[in-house]
């Protein structure tokens, strides 16, 4: 199994940028990476994901063209760069490891999730 730990979160103003990382360690190998968060009293949801191989990229509505996901598979690091930060970015976001993310947007059983880091957003 994967073990993931992220890292960068902070509080920023609106319209900042933030840079989290996350160190992936174990077999990686063929995994598809992705970052989730979670609001204060919503559920989980998807942010971004890269594929292994052909580092494809996928993102929620709510972030595309503000937030951009990376990978360096020689370092096993994941990295996700947000930008144009808005309140409502606000929440806790958590690295994650899954093979057929990239198709379910979802983590299965036999997926990872990193410990969780938080981003806040000042007004």
């Known amino acids: 199994q994967v073990q993931l730990v992220e890292s960068g979160g902070g509080l920023v103003q609106a319209g900042g940028s933030l840079r989290l990382s996350c160190a992936a360690s174990g077999r990686t190998f063929g995994y598809t990476m992705g970052w989730f968060r979670q609001a204060p009293g919503k559920e989980r949801e998807f942010v971004a994901a890269?594929?292994?191989?052909?580092?494809?990229?996928n993102y929620a509505d709510s972030v595309k063209g503000r937030f951009t996901i990376s990978r360096e598979d020689a370092k096993n690091m994941v990295y996700l760069q947000m930008n144009s930060l808005k309140p409502e970015d606000t929440a806790v976001y958590y690295c994650a490891a899954d093979l057929s993310l990239a198709s379910t947007l979802k983590v299965s059983e036999s997926g990872s999730w990193g410990q969780g880091t938080q981003v806040t957003i000042s007004s």
């Open positions: 890269i594929t292994w191989s052909s580092g494809y990229t």
